[in-house]
């Protein structure tokens, strides 16, 4: 006669035939767990071990889907990088502008052989200038402006905040400022920081440098339109 129940492992008392906690009879054949059933402890772990690997799996793959649909919405974010800055060269050092506003310089600039041309030294010089592309045989008239980004890029652009109207910025800090609406962009992309017209900075165009010249072709100017 065993000492123990070798069904569910209860102490069995001396003599005893059946297990007074789950009936197994102790003796002969009825004291082997039958094919197929376990013992109590068996059963609870048995039991704890299938609900563990469930729960892993699906933990897994929810954590799976989070960061698929976290790259996703990344994607989908609009670039802060403005393509036309971004492959504008590099004509000084890296510079800091003052919190006290950097007015815009008037400078004069010169149109031939289908060229806007700028004087280099001019920008590096003053950092922040403006002038006007005149075509007077269509009444054209485009203000324009060149500065110095913050990492020594050369920034050409319309120089208009388009809802307000405005043709005069400046520059503060690391913030380009419209003087009318007081909208402002970052200097490096011209990327909207606050105020109403954030959508509308000064339509950045494309410019190359030749020795001391500054070079933007007239018909990029000529074609220019606004875009409200």
């Given at each position: 006669m065993a000492n123990f129940c070798t069904q569910c492992g209860k102490s069995a008392q001396p003599g005893s035939t059946y297990c007074i906690q789950c009936g197994n009879k102790l003796t002969g054949e009825g004291s082997r767990p039958k094919a197929g059933l376990q013992t109590k402890r068996d059963r609870v772990l048995g039991k704890t071990r299938s609900n563990k690997k469930p729960k892993l799996i699906?933990?897994?793959?929810?954590?799976?889907?989070?960061?698929?649909?976290?790259?996703?919405?990344?994607?989908?974010l609009p670039s802060s990088a403005n393509p036309i800055i971004e492959e504008q060269p590099t004509?000084?050092?890296?510079?800091?502008?003052?919190?006290?506003?950097?007015?815009m310089a008037p400078i004069d600039v010169r149109v031939e052989d289908g060229k806007i041309i700028i004087p280099l030294d001019e920008v590096q010089s003053r950092k922040f200038v403006a002038f006007d592309y005149q075509k007077l045989i269509q009444g054209i008239q485009v203000p324009l402006l060149a500065y110095i980004s913050?990492?020594?890029?050369?920034?050409?652009?319309?120089s208009m905040c388009e809802p307000c109207n405005s043709k005069r910025?400046?520059?503060r800090g690391s913030n380009?400022?419209?003087?009318?609406?007081?909208?402002t962009?970052?200097?490096?992309?011209?990327?909207?920081?606050?105020?109403s017209c954030q959508k509308?900075?000064?339509d950045a165009i494309p410019s190359v440098v030749s020795g001391n010249e500054i070079i933007i072709d007239e018909s990029i100017v000529a074609a220019w339109q606004p875009r409200i």
């Open positions: 699906f933990l897994a793959a929810l954590g799976v889907l989070l960061v698929y649909s976290l790259l996703n919405f990344m994607g989908s004509i000084s050092s890296a510079l800091q502008y003052p919190n006290s506003p950097t007015q913050e990492e020594g890029k050369l920034v050409t652009a319309v910025f400046h520059i380009l400022v419209c003087n009318s609406c007081g909208t962009w970052e200097v490096g992309n011209l990327s909207g920081v606050s105020g509308y900075p000064p």
